[in-house]
């Protein structure tokens, strides 16, 4: 029977596309059972033909719908297989689970936009070992870090990596794995300023944080001039231009922007608030969050986790 007969009665297109549509998020196929109209039929006795290129129609007192129509609206391809008088929708699955991840490229040595619109950095070489090591396909999605939580519970992404600090706050309302790495904020100026700083010598002076950020707490609990970026660039190069007084940030970030040469700034003071990052899920997603945990588990008993870090910090990982 050829291909552009149309198929599917409307009740079981709608259910098995509402149960393949959660497989469809995690880049599966789901095949769906189908039911042939005659190439002719009868309505109120007058003989049919199944209309070409019609969205719906009726059939004695059924509506139905083509499936390219409903694949289409969905954004998903369609496969047919004769020899079986099968339908297939979505992407061939590839034989793992594929997930979404979302993430911030604006956090180096974390994650970095390459020119050509590629990702690199440390979490997202880590993730990719996690996802290799759990039997997870993983495709990233950039997401502004102000973004990463409403997009995780909107579903838009199945997860978050993105040196996202593991807060109680923040546990209310995400799943986090097993902590990946340990950081602390640091405030940083300019080279030229000879000023003593810590959290109490902030009052009065204007300090730049990332909008989103545990750094951005501290800041607003601490002096009544705190100026938000989208990206910790934008915040140095106000700090460089003399329009800020001081930045408060994660300490590998600053850390490896002085390590590139930029030698017009520094950092006074200890680590403050030694901070956790981990990986967020949604609430729901337990099985995700096991997953995530058991890669990384086996990926720090195989050296490949002690690798990966050796390769963005240039030294051991403490934990």
């Known amino acids: 029977m050829k291909k552009n007969i149309l198929i599917l009665l409307l009740g079981i297109l709608m259910g098995s596309l509402i149960f393949g549509t959660m497989g469809f998020a995690l880049g599966t196929e789901a095949q769906i059972s189908v039911n042939f109209l005659p190439t002719k039929y009868f309505f109120d006795g007058v003989e049919k033909t199944p209309p070409e290129g019609q969205p719906s129609f009726i059939y004695n007192d059924t509506t139905y719908v083509p499936l390219r129509f409903m694949a289409e609206s969905l954004g998903q391809p369609v496969r047919w297989d004769g020899d079986s008088g099968t ?24 994650e970095i936009q390459e020119p050509n619109g590629g990702l690199t950095g440390f979490d997202i070489d880590l993730m990719k070992a996690i996802c290799q090591a759990a039997g997870l396909e993983v495709e990233y999605k950039n997401v502004s870090f102000d973004g990463l939580i409403p997009a995780l519970q909107a579903g838009q992404v199945d997860a978050v990596i993105s040196a996202m600090t593991v807060t109680e706050e923040r546990k209310k309302v995400l799943n986090f794995s097993d902590p990946y790495f340990e950081s602390g904020l640091v405030i940083a100026v300019r080279s030229d300023d000879n000023g003593r700083y810590n959290l109490a010598d902030l009052k009065g002076k204007a300090v730049g944080v990332q909008s989103g950020t545990t750094a951005s707490a501290y800041a607003e609990e601490n002096s009544d001039k705190v100026h938000h970026f989208s990206t910790l660039d934008l915040a140095l190069t106000e700090l460089e231009s003399g329009r800020l007084d001081a930045v408060i940030m994660d300490y590998p970030m600053i850390a490896q922007y ?15 608030f030694p901070e956790k990052y981990g990986i967020a899920t949604a609430k729901e997603n337990t099985w995700l969050t096991d997953k995530i945990n058991s890669g990384l588990q086996t990926i720090k008993e195989n050296g490949e986790y002690a690798k990966i870090y050796k390769k963005w910090f240039g030294e051991e990982p403490p934990i």
Do not use: W, Y
């Open 87 to 110: 339908v297939f929708v979505g992407t061939k699955d590839s034989g793992k689970q594929k997930i979404t991840v979302g993430t911030d490229p604006t956090f180096p040595p974390f």
């Open 258 to 272: 002085i390590h590139q040469g930029n030698s017009n700034i520094k950092i006074v003071g200890e680590k403050l």
